[in-house]
């Protein structure tokens, strides 16, 4: 479905739940960017199934500029995309009729879900799936050279506007906005949990975890995961960290009602 106002309407699609009981909890899941949003995909698509299941509502959507909602790419920033976040929680809620909301988020759809957390009243939980903890160090990353299997390089290409990021643009509006993002500075919202759950341990994922926030409750779970979602895949495959999609699910079976 498309959902929002024109000119920024935003592709989503819903997963009403599937269990006899339905949960009074809508999940919006936030999609990683670039590249590994097209390693996650599929991966997504599992985990919205996933919960589903379990009784939750939940919306999958692409913010603007990306995917299949509307605008151009030289027009994205992260602000954006944390206020897609919000518009696609206000939209859940008006469709399924529930009062709360919890977030879920993967690499940079990590740190779009915690600031749109951030921002609100209604939010029960927000799961940081390997989130991109700080910005610059997120940009070294994917600014990082790489190669295939068969030698080729995969380097980021750059003027003074946009990077070309294995076939994906960031701009420079884009860019500055990573550079500004720090998850150490972002509070969970009081009477919310927040659960870091990481495929590999690194300290600023512990840092994330262990941060508490008054009236609100931080855990940390690594669930050992092989694979990196950035990583130049010569074929295009998704990565489907099963054990660590399961983990998500029952916490969210656990903790939110």
């Known amino acids: 479905m498309f959902f929002g106002r024109a000119p920024k309407s935003l592709f989503g699609v819903y997963h009403p739940p599937k269990a006899a009981h339905a949960r009074a909890v809508g999940i919006v899941l ?3 960017f670039g590249q590994e949003y097209m ?8 985990m919205a199934l996933l919960l589903s299941k379990a009784g939750f509502h939940v919306l999958r959507f692409d913010y603007f500029g990306t995917g299949d909602s509307s605008g151009e790419t030289d027009a994205v920033s992260l602000s954006q995309w944390v206020d897609d976040a919000g518009v696609a929680a ?14 879920v988020g993967l690499r940079l759809g990590a740190a779009v879900a915690a600031l749109a957390a951030a921002k609100r009243s209604d ?3 927000a799961v940081l799936w390997d989130p991109a903890v700080r910005g610059s ?6 600014f990082e050279k790489r190669h295939d299997s068969v ?9 003074e506007e946009t990077a070309g990021v294995m076939g994906f643009p960031v701009t420079q509006r884009l860019r500055a906005d990573l550079e500004q993002l720090d998850l150490m500075t972002c509070a969970a919202p009081p009477g919310s949990g927040r659960l870091v759950i990481a495929s590999h341990d690194r300290p600023e994922y512990q840092q994330l975890g262990a941060m508490q926030t008054a009236g609100a409750k931080s855990r940390y779970q690594v669930v050992p995961s092989e694979g990196s979602w950035n990583e130049v895949d010569d074929n295009g495959g998704a990565l489907i960290p099963v054990f660590l999609m399961q983990a998500i699910v029952l916490h969210l079976t656990q903790e939110v009602q």
């Open 151 to 159: 030698g080729g390089s995969h380097s980021a290409v750059a003027n």
């Open 137 to 142: 160090d997120y940009l070294a990353e994917i």
């Open 39 to 46: 390693r996650a995909h599929r991966a997504f698509r599992q």
């Open 90 to 103: 206000d939209e859940l809620r008006d469709t399924a009729g529930i009062t709360r909301i919890a977030f």
């Open 123 to 125: 939010v029960a939980e």
């Open 30 to 32: 936030c999609y990683p």
